[in-house]
């Protein structure tokens, strides 16, 4: 392999990159063409239009992880079951053609009687790992549904998703607490934002303390500009409350800038320590994997 | 006074009864013309199109609690600060007019550098203990947003505000995880409300167990028309988890019959006692507090 066509295909958004054979990505590429905006059958017509021109390069391995893997995606590339090492995820990817375009699968667990899913994370967490030379963490992705997954010895033993970043939309877009809420988001204010992870990590739910945006608002308690920093801050520290045991010591945040700044901010008040891995984790675990494959 | 014309102005719901001078239920009406419908400076036209007859009636006394009493409302009634006693809560009654029509304030609390709120519950838990014959207790009023509130010798101590019922309706309606619930809800399946709250009592938090909606609709876990009811025990289960401490003998509940027999069922769960009152809480709670007025 002289390049690799690396690509995240999410529910939302499309992203790939070209690397070199040493793993360097030469140029990046982002859209809104994400999984949901595709029509069955239409997805091989959007990558082309996207990345054709790459990934018709000669001696170009293309690999491409996330919801393009899911039963609605591209090709359907079954979850791989936890515990789960970086082999049996090479050993599960499903090939389009001759071998020159691969779809990554998912992981999935079981846990408490009840099975947990990801599509592209397993790909960060492995990614992450190895820019980190580690093989043993408990890392957090945070997002719409934050992942977090504990590895020992290379291997995903386990992992928990957290609805997060979905809640927080829902609040702040759905709810009567939408009405204490100035329309936009104003900038981010720290201050509000460590009151609510505060908040949260004193108390026992999300179900009680989210009413107290809309009590601060009644009452003039906090800036009306401030509450959208607070309420961030309620729903990120709940997550953290929720934490699973062995979280004490630190954990591998993965995600972009804003995203893992506002976690190492909520982790620090639980005195936990954090190592931030930004969106290139994406690229080198593809990368990673794709290397693998050509050994196989 | 011969008659009380008692009425309960929520946010979306507007319900009036009709009483004889023994606290006798005569005749109900309600409609959906709750404080959020109507405009300011609208509110006497619609009283009066409602219940003016009764208004009228020759030695009447109306009596408002709910929303009606809200900055956004009728005529603003301050909320009565915590710890409160009935007696407190009379004092505080704004009259319109010629004391021929009195608008109840609501309750105010403070806990944990935030400050919680009712209006119109706190009639419900007056009426709830009256009816009962109780001046201990703590009582659960299930809803949109659900109160538990503490009372000791006749004073309400303290309460707070689970926003239940609205996490339930913003889950349902506008999260990822509607994509896999039936357009409507199908019956209620007891069985799978149970599995729900149990999920939610061993669990640390919700934002973690109702993604669980979504995946066991994907492995096909669980038949689609259950998972309603799933989610319902979720989040009602959700709620039991954080109660406060000292909820472990008994509880009384105050609420619809099919609100308050799914709580029943939850608290089953967690080996607390239930006792139930019916919305006639509403009706005695604003008897009982008439005749105070009519004492003063």
Redesign the interface.
């Known amino acids: 392999m002289k390049h690799l066509l690396a690509v995240d295909w999410g529910t939302s958004s499309l992203r790939g990159a070209w690397l070199d054979a040493d793993g360097r990505v030469l140029e990046e590429r982002a859209s809104a063409r994400g999984v949901q905006s595709v029509a069955p059958g239409g997805f091989a017509a959007v990558f082309d239009e996207h990345f054709g021109a790459w990934a018709r390069t000669p001696d170009t391995l293309c690999l491409v992880s996330g919801m393009a893997g899911s039963q609605q995606g591209w090709l359907h590339a079954p979850y791989c079951e936890c515990p789960a090492a970086f082999d049996d995820v090479a050993c599960q990817v499903r090939w389009i053609g001759p071998r020159r375009i691969a779809i990554a699968p998912g992981l999935r667990c079981e846990h408490?009687?009840?099975?947990?899913?990801m599509r592209g994370e397993e790909v960060q967490v492995f990614g992450a790992l190895q820019l980190l030379g580690m093989s043993d963490a408990l890392l957090v992705l945070p997002g719409t549904?934050s992942k977090w997954v504990r590895v020992r010895a290379g291997v995903v033993e386990t992992f928990?998703?957290?609805?997060?970043g979905?809640?927080y939309a829902?609040?702040r877009?759905?709810?009567?607490l939408a009405r204490s809420l100035p329309p936009t988001d104003a900038e981010s204010d720290d201050a509000a934002f460590d009151e609510g992870v505060a908040?949260a990590l004193?108390?026992?739910?999300?179900?009680?303390t989210?009413?107290?945006v809309r009590?601060?608002a009644?009452?003039e308690?906090m800036p009306i500009a401030s509450l959208a920093s607070y309420l961030s801050g309620l729903?990120i520290g709940?997550?953290l409350?929720?934490?699973p045991p062995g979280a004490d010591g630190s954990v591998v945040l993965v995600g972009n800038a804003s995203l893992t700044r506002r976690y190492a901010r909520a982790f620090d008040q639980c005195k936990v320590v954090v190592l931030c891995v930004g969106p290139e984790a994406t690229w080198r675990g593809l990368w990673a994997l794709a290397r693998r494959l050509e050994q196989r």
């Open positions: 408490d009687g009840t099975p947990d899913v549904h928990a998703t957290f609805m997060t979905e809640f829902l609040l877009q759905h709810s009567i908040k004193r108390s026992e739910g999300l179900l009680h989210a009413f107290s009590t601060l009644l009452f308690r729903v709940e997550e409350r929720c934490r």
